[in-house]
């Protein structure tokens, strides 16, 4: 079981919007700004798309964004592309100086 | 550019040890805290620890605590993860990690298979 909650799967078509949740608690999503997000294609290694929240690195496209309402994250991804089609975790700093990853949510594009 | 590139992965008994190297360039290593974390075969991702920019402070995940000791050569650009008492669970591929602030990773070695099997 992990330590934060997402869905195990989602879906979308090409050019609409999807969004995964990432659930925690005070202790960690609730109560720091510090989540991240990552994209992890099959085999490859993940790539960071978002940062505290919602800021994205260079060079990820401006249609992933993210956001936090209390203990739940989310990851949108609009413009839904064939090659979005990848697993993604969400993370969260936690009280006491530990890293917790959501157990993946794997985005399927139809 | 940056590069993690890490090594010493196998297969190893239960009870064994292995040492796991990440060697760092293209970026200012010594300034940076860094992370190993893991991901066993068709699980997600695990973080299994951290260290500061000196290799003063350590923090680890607590099926590790007392058998993972992590540890690191600024000299060398150099991190390292000595693991003993290897278990089946720790079965999981490696991956040495930097991190950007409070524990989010910007930059990822290619990974590092470990296998604890008999």
């Known amino acids: 079981q992990s330590a934060l909650t997402q869905p195990a799967s989602v879906s979308g078509s090409p050019g609409q919007s999807i969004t995964i949740s990432c659930t925690g608690t005070?202790?960690?999503?609730?109560?720091?700004?510090?989540v991240s997000w990552y994209q992890q294609h099959p085999g490859k290694v993940p790539k960071l798309m978002i940062y505290?929240?919602?800021t994205r690195p260079s060079g990820v496209s401006d249609r992933f964004s993210g956001s936090k309402s209390g203990n739940t994250a989310s990851l949108t991804i609009s413009g839904l592309q064939a090659e979005d089609e990848a697993d993604y975790y969400c993370?969260?700093?936690?009280?006491?100086?530990?890293?917790?990853f959501g157990g993946g949510t794997k985005l399927t594009v139809l | 550019e940056v590069q993690l590139v890490e090594s010493g992965g196998g297969l190893v008994q239960p009870g064994g040890s292995l040492r796991l190297s990440c060697v760092a360039s293209?970026?200012?290593?010594?300034?940076?805290?860094m992370i190993w974390v893991r991901q066993a075969p068709g699980k997600g991702l695990e973080w299994v620890a951290d260290?500061?920019?000196?290799?003063?402070?350590?923090f680890y995940v607590d099926s590790v605590k007392g058998r993972f000791t992590m540890s690191r050569d600024n000299a060398k650009n150099s991190l390292y993860l000595q693991m003993n008492s290897l278990r089946a669970e720790d079965t999981a591929v490696y991956y040495c990690?930097?991190?950007?602030?409070?524990?989010?990773?910007?930059?990822w070695g290619q990974g590092a298979p470990v296998t604890v099997s008999s």
């Open positions: 990690a930097t991190d950007l602030r409070w524990l989010q990773i910007d930059y």
């Open positions: 293209g970026f200012n290593f010594g300034s940076t805290w």
């Open positions: 260290i500061d920019t000196d290799g003063r402070q350590k």
């Open positions: 005070s202790s960690d999503v609730g109560g720091y700004d510090y």
């Open positions: 505290d929240v919602n």
């Open positions: 993370s969260s700093y936690r009280n006491g100086h530990t890293l917790v």
